[in-house]
């Protein structure tokens, strides 16, 4: 009977390593909502993945709303003509950015609370009365009755646009500080892999198969362990508890369709640059009298037993990386 013959050839010889993967926005960023831990939500205006945009309004607690505004910080006081401070300048230029009439400055004015007035009323709120003054100046007759900025009507945000990864509680629910959550990154894919051990690194080259949808062919820009809440913990490489624990962040160099966050999927990780090397079929190694591998090589009708050390296995196929005496690509080896 005519034996199976092959010949050791060059080749890619790579073991993929594999694992699953998750489509979230990167780097989200919980909104919190000051003082409103019991208050109840009557309405909803976000969905996940909408896009949010400052001067929008996230939600509204008791018939107020909370509107977002891009500013480094949320307020920590109800805020009325004559009040001055960090707060007044970040709410003033947040609104001079929107095109409302406030002027320059950390001092809020008669006129600049017209301009505030006028943004929540646009938005179909009236603001309140305040008492008196805040934040410690000298109360003047025609401020007494002027209106007040509530610390719960509106949120900083330092970046946006944002797209929303949780749009938060639902009308009739209590408002939950931190419930809502943004982001300004771009998808990315969460992975967990077959070995907890395998770190993902840039210019790796990915095969994600959504499940149910067409591979997709990426290559790995960044990676970084992912925290309990799926923000990065650490640089590429990094290990730790996290690292195994929570799996890993990957962004792409390919952009993600927002359309498919959330879409879970096999994920198959190569090498960036794959080496060719000697390789043989897997049938075509046999144990030899001392127990180490062996192939057979066949010339001319000879056939020649040859000792050889094995490397990476892929498929079908197992990488030769020494053999005496030496086989080359090309040469013919017997299969069993």
């Known amino acids: 009977m005519t034996q199976a013959t092959a010949r050791a050839e060059m080749r890619v010889v790579e073991a993929p390593a594999l694992g699953r993967a998750t489509v979230v926005y990167g780097s ?8 409103e831990e019991s208050g109840v939500v009557t309405r909803t205006f976000l969905s996940k993945g909408a896009s949010v945009e400052s001067g929008a309004t996230a939600i509204e607690v008791v018939g107020h709303p909370v509107v977002v505004l891009q500013a480094p910080f949320s ?22 950015a929107l095109g409302y009439g406030v002027s320059v ?6 006129g ?4 505030v007035s006028t943004f929540f009323r646009d938005r179909g709120y009236t603001l309140p009365t305040a008492a008196s003054n805040a934040g410690g100046a000298a109360p003047d007759k025609a401020a007494a009755k002027t209106s007040t900025v509530p610390r719960t009507w509106w ?18 629910s209590t408002a939950t500080s931190s419930a809502i959550s943004l982001t300004s990154g771009a998808p990315q894919l969460k992975v967990t892999m077959a070995d907890a051990g395998r770190r993902i690194t840039p210019g790796e080259n990915l095969t994600f198969t959504p499940d149910g949808k067409a591979p997709l062919s990426l290559t790995v820009a ?13 640089d590429e490489g990094s290990s730790g508890e996290n690292a195994t624990d929570t799996g890993q962040l990957v962004t792409t160099e390919e952009p993600l369709d927002p359309a498919i966050v959330d879409a879970v999927g096999k994920l198959t990780v190569g090498a960036a640059d794959p080496v060719q090397s000697l390789a043989v079929p897997l049938t075509a190694i046999r144990s030899g009298a001392s127990g180490r591998p062996e192939v057979v090589r066949r010339d001319a009708g000879r056939d020649q037993r040859l000792t050889v050390t094995l490397g990476r296995q892929g498929g079908d196929w197992v990488e030769v990386t020494a053999s005496s005496p030496a086989l080359k690509a090309g040469e013919t080896v017997v299969l069993h």
């Not at 989200?28 to 003082?35: E, F």
């Not at 307020?75 to 001079?96: E, F, H, M, N």
């Not at 400055?105 to 008669?110: E, I, P, R």
């Not at 970046?159 to 009739?172: C, D, E």
């Open 28 to 35: 989200p960023a919980k909104l919190a909502l000051s003082g």
């Open 112 to 115: 600049d609370m017209a301009g």
């Open 222 to 234: 960044s990676s970084a362990a992912a925290g309990r809440d799926g923000a990065t913990t650490g």
């Open 155 to 172: 949120v900083g945000m330092p970046r946006l646009p944002s797209r929303v990864v949780a749009p938060g509680p639902q009308a009739g």
């Open 75 to 96: 307020p920590y006081r109800d805020i009325a003509v004559g009040s001055q401070g960090p707060d007044v300048k970040v709410l003033k230029d947040a609104l001079a």
């Open 105 to 110: 400055g950390a001092t809020m004015s008669a």
